[in-house]
């Protein structure tokens, strides 16, 4: 595992693995009435969001703190922090603090490179989502549950539909989904495809109609107006009806394939409240499995030099009575005896 992670590119295919299945463990934590490892006790995570997000940071602070990680959350939100002077300075400012990791949304693509590239802290970087550019715990979530659902994912098919020239999701699956073997195919209107998309390691369609029949999964892309600033499609009504997806086209497809959605949904535009709603809809399940995957990086990217490097075994402490397990609860909380424990 490496130091950072930056972008689903990062991730070999074992590496990629090597999360999904870590994640896979650690999701039984979620199952347990103490939702609480020690693993990262004494560690800091710092969570600097540029960008408006609730989900995305709700869910890394979750993650964080399932680990016994200390967690502070500095929103940036109204400072004028785009330049590299200004992340420099909030940089120095978190390595003064000690930060073991630093989980950064930001709305500059490139500022979670800057920020792991430039010297500035020594701590890991997680990229939370940057720009237009790349989201890949987004991608490994997505990844985790189409696994729970369709099992390995070499050779399935995967569509993504809507607005992928604004979209991090989509690049940041279509890396990822290539590098674990399946095949992913682009429906967009052309006005709402990157340039240079012909380059990505997958299909383009303008056909919505056409590619669900063969999908063993559909990923719906929100349509991002506030990164708008030109129309983009004729109407709401012409958009949904090309590229939304409604009951109708769910019908068409094959019995154990899934929707997705990565959140927060337009209801009504890119997909259909009935869909959104549908059994055989993901879109929950998604916000859950965040909180695994992200407990799976922060866990191999903090403790990747001693123990994760060589096994991804954890030992998961018995369940305890609630009075003695908030590993929180100060000194002489039995530490040494969970320490032990955490280090298989
Ligand atoms: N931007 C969305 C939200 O704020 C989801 C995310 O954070 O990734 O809920
Ligand atoms: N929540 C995702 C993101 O922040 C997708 C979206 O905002 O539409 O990239």
Redesign the pocket.
């Known amino acids: 595992m490496m130091r950072h992670l930056l972008s689903a590119a990062d991730l070999g295919r074992d590496d990629a693995l090597l999360v999904l299945d870590t994640a896979e463990q650690l999701a039984q934590v979620a199952d347990r009435p103490v939702k609480k490892l020690p693993t990262l006790r004494g560690r800091t995570v710092v969570n600097l969001f540029f960008?408006d997000?609730t989900?995305?940071r709700i869910s890394f602070e979750a993650a964080a703190k399932r680990l016994s990680a200390d967690v502070i959350n500095f929103s940036a939100k109204g400072s004028s922090v785009s330049k590299g002077e200004s992340l420099k300075d909030t940089a120095l400012t978190l390595q003064a603090m000690g930060a073991d990791a630093v989980v950064i949304?930001h709305g500059s693509s490139g500022a979670p490179h800057m920020l792991a590239h430039s010297g500035w802290i020594e701590g890991s970087v997680v990229n939370a989502?940057d720009g237009t550019h790349e989201?890949p715990t987004?991608a490994l979530l997505d990844a985790f549950t189409m696994r729970r659902h369709l099992g390995d994912l070499e050779g399935r098919r995967v569509t993504i539909v809507g607005?992928v020239l604004?979209?991090?999701?989509a690049r940041s699956n279509v890396l990822l989904l290539h590098t674990l073997g399946a095949q992913v195919t682009l429906v967009a209107p052309p006005t709402l495809l990157p340039v240079g998309v012909e380059t990505w390691p997958c299909e383009v369609s303008f056909d919505l109609d056409a590619a669900v029949p063969g999908s063993d999964a559909v990923m719906m892309?929100?349509v991002?107006r506030e990164r708008m600033n030109a129309a983009f499609f004729p109407s709401v009504r012409e958009y949904s009806r090309r590229y939304g997806l409604d009951a109708a086209r769910i019908d068409a497809l094959t019995d154990d394939a899934i929707v997705m959605h990565?959140?927060?949904m337009n209801r009504g535009l890119e997909i259909s409240a009935e869909v959104a709603d549908h059994p055989r809809s993901v879109i929950v399940e998604q916000v859950t499995n965040g909180v695994s995957v992200r407990m799976a990086v922060l866990y191999l990217l903090l403790s990747g030099s001693e123990s994760a490097l060589g096994t991804t075994d954890i030992t998961l402490p018995d369940a305890e009575p609630a009075t003695d397990s908030v590993p929180d609860s100060g000194p002489g909380t039995g530490t040494a005896h969970d320490l032990g424990r955490v280090s298989a």
Request: proline fraction near 11%; charge should be positive.
């Open positions: 960008e997000s989900r995305t949304r989502g989201h987004q607005d604004h979209s991090r999701v892309l929100r991002q990565p959140g927060p």
